[in-house]
Antibody
Framework: EVQVVESGGGLVQPGGSLRLSCAASGFTFSSYEMNWVRQAPGKGLEWISYTSGSGYTIYYADSVKGRFTISRDNAKNSLYLQMNSLRAEDTAVYYC?????????WGRGTLVAVSS | QSVLTQPPSVSGAPGQRVTISCTGTSDNIGAGYDVHWYQQLPGTAPKLLIYGNIHRPSGVPDRFSASKSGTSASLAITGLQVDDEADYYCQSYDSRLRPNWVFGGGTKLTVL
């Protein structure tokens, strides 16, 4: 089955760090561009980061630039998001999403809550 | 504030037709970038509903259709069903901040 499954969310204090993972299966992971998209409680969708299939090209939204780092391990079919200096406004469900010209495959998401 | 503007809510009775608009600018939809639509059922992840302005992925009923013109796009749902009650998001690409995949703020569809 073609799917992506996120993990690693949880409760973290402001200023803390968290590392999210996304395990892909059912497709040739290295051939696809991958992204992280988040959704704050009761709010809409926000694209936050992109990586090319090789991992050499990376982009970030301004809201997370300098604090979050996207990476991938194609040998392990996995995507990661290292989140540092977390803020209350980073509280959201984080989705791993495969990109064609559109986001065609989404995981179920993992909840990150930033609170003291 | 989202780059793409959608109405916060729409509603319709079962069997009726509803439309959801998505308004952009000359930096995104008006620049020729494709518009895509996603359906998010309550408590679930978004699901691709329409891609490339008008195309339905396999498994999406033909009750769902979409169009694009100028700086706007529109999603139409005919023969409304209770199971269509969900949030709907449009998405495109914005050239002002490269790269920038942008979403609309979402529209809550209520089936009365």
């Amino acid at each position: 089955e073609v799917q992506v499954v996120e993990s690693g969310g949880g409760l973290v204090q402001p200023g803390g760090s968290l590392r999210l993972s996304c395990a892909a299966s059912g497709f040739t992971f290295s051939s696809y561009e991958m992204n992280w998209v988040r959704q704050a409680p009761g709010k809409g969708l926000e694209w936050i980061s992109y990586t090319s299939g090789s991992g050499y090209t990376i982009y970030y939204a301004d809201s997370v630039k300098g604090r979050f780092t996207i990476s991938r391990d194609n040998a392990k079919n996995s995507l990661y998001l290292q989140m540092n200096s977390l803020r209350a406004e980073d509280t959201a469900v984080y989705y791993c999403a495969r990109l064609l010209n559109y986001f065609d495959l989404w995981g179920r998401g993992t909840l990150v809550a930033v609170s003291s | 504030q989202s780059v793409l503007t959608q109405p916060p809510s729409v509603s319709g009775a079962p069997g009726q037709r509803v439309t959801i608009s998505c308004t952009g600018t000359s930096d995104n939809i008006g620049a020729g970038y494709d518009v895509h639509w996603y359906q998010q059922l309550p408590g679930t992840a978004p699901k691709l509903l329409i891609y490339g302005n008008i195309h339905r992925p396999s498994g999406v009923p033909d009750r769902f259709s979409a169009s694009k013109s100028g700086t706007s796009a529109s999603l139409a749902i005919t023969g409304l069903q209770v199971d269509d009650e969900a949030d709907y998001y449009c998405q495109s690409y914005d050239s002002r901040l490269r790269p920038n995949w942008v979403f609309g703020g979402g529209t809550k569809l209520t089936v009365l």
